[in-house]
């Protein structure tokens, strides 16, 4: 079993930066892929980032390309989204997600765990 707690986000400005993070407990989070989704009122859940359990291979959403980065530092059990040049359509709750494999997901379904998500708010 593995429990995620999201924290980073917060109220910016378009062009800024924000940097969250999602710590992990139990000892699966080495050996599982993680990701990053968002969800805006109204819309499905996306995802943003995905990244393999060694972080050798990454995958992002194409809106997010160039401005966003995902990595992982399995001796803390964390895994970080890097945002930058934020926009407003990038406001939305984020969402830490784990899955019991080695490989990445790229939807919502293929993820086991959650974290209770994180608001972002980009203001123009």
């Known amino acids: 079993q593995v429990q995620l707690v999201e924290s980073g986000g917060g109220l910016v400005q378009a062009g800024d930066s924000l940097r969250l993070s999602c710590t992990a407990s139990?000892?699966?989070?080495?050996?599982?892929?993680m990701g990053w989704f968002r969800q805006a009122p109204g819309k499905e859940r996306e995802i943003v980032a995905a990244?393999?359990?060694?972080?050798?291979?990454?995958y992002y959403g194409d809106s997010v390309k160039g401005r966003f980065t995902i990595s992982r530092d399995n001796a803390k059990n964390t895994v970080y989204l890097q945002m930058n040049s934020l926009k407003p359509e990038d406001t939305a709750t984020y969402y830490c997600a784990g899955r019991p494999t080695t490989m990445v997901g790229t939807t919502a379904s293929k993820y086991r765990y959650w974290g209770q998500g994180t608001q972002v708010t980009v203001s123009s």
């Open positions: 990244i393999s359990w060694r972080g050798a291979f990454t």
């Open positions: 139990g000892r699966a989070f080495s050996s599982s892929a």
